[in-house]
């Protein structure tokens, strides 16, 4: 997704929570100088996802129960939310790529880097502390924003890990896109919500963007949840 056809959504998520634009692209042009040498390309995530199917592992109560499914389908690619990543390691799942502000268990997020996790990192004005604390601990990484790009700093679209996912997976061209564990509600698979209320807002805002995004896709978008995404076929 271009950057001007995002923006018009961005400018509705800040108003909805509150975030700050300049926050959020003070954070963008840190992690930029913080990945200079480090850096990864794009081509990388075009090289992996490009004609081939892809399964979107979110952090949601049903990714534990689709597990045998995840396993089953060994050719799909799997990008995973952050969220997500400790569950599928205890499960013996490798991510393929992970999409992360840094909010998942850390030492999860490590041990995917280090088994060959393309390192997908969001910056954004609340995670400042989170990027100085893990980014010097990844090899290599690819950093993303939701306000203007930077250098080495991309914006495919998307607001929460799970549904950046999504996004990163159209604009590299997937052929078929499966959501899993993408249950959109206020709990996760494995770590304790703070603010379940606010946890389903956000969920609910990635959401509906995913709705809006069915609409342009290039992708078959198919969901392995219970609870139904319009333009997302049940995926049996």
Same mark, same amino acid.
């Given at each position: ?11 509705? *998520? ?6 700050? /634009? ?12 913080? *990945? ?11 090289? +992996? ?17 689709? /597990? +045998?499914?995840?396993?089953?389908? +060994? /050719?799909?690619? +799997? ?17 393929? *790529? $992970? ?40 090899? %290599? ?38 959501? $899993? ?12 919500? %703070?603010?379940?209320?606010?946890? @389903? ?13 069915? %609409? ?10 219970? @609870? ?9």
């Amino acid at each position: 997704m271009k950057f001007v056809d995002w923006f018009p959504y961005y400018q509705g *998520i800040r108003a909805e929570f509150g975030y700050s /634009t300049e926050k959020d692209q003070e954070a963008a042009r840190m992690l930029s100088g913080m *990945i200079k040498r480090k850096a990864l390309e794009p081509k990388v995530l075009q090289k +992996k996802i490009a004609g081939k199917n892809v399964l979107v592992l979110g952090a949601g109560p049903s990714l534990v129960e689709n /597990t +045998k499914m995840i396993k089953r389908n +060994k /050719t799909f690619v +799997k990008i995973a939310a952050d969220g997500a990543v400790q569950a599928l390691l205890e499960n013996k799942i490798k991510p393929d *790529i $992970v999409v992360t502000d840094l909010d998942g268990d850390s030492a999860s997020l490590q041990k995917a880097a280090k088994s060959g996790a393309v390192m997908v990192v969001h910056a954004h004005g609340d995670n400042t502390d989170m990027l100085k604390k893990l980014v010097p601990k990844f090899k %290599k990484v690819l950093g993303t924003t939701q306000v203007m790009p930077v250098e080495n700093v991309y914006n495919f679209g998307g607001f929460t890990d799970g549904d950046r996912c999504v996004f990163l997976a159209e604009e590299f061209g997937a052929k078929k896109i499966v959501m $899993v564990g993408m249950d959109f509600g206020s709990t996760s698979a494995y770590k304790d919500v %703070k603010d379940p209320e606010l946890k @389903k807002r956000k969920m609910q805002a990635g959401k509906r963007l995913l709705e809006t995004l069915a %609409k342009q896709s290039r992708s078959q978008l198919f969901h392995a949840s219970k @609870k139904p995404v319009k333009g997302f076929s049940p995926y049996y």
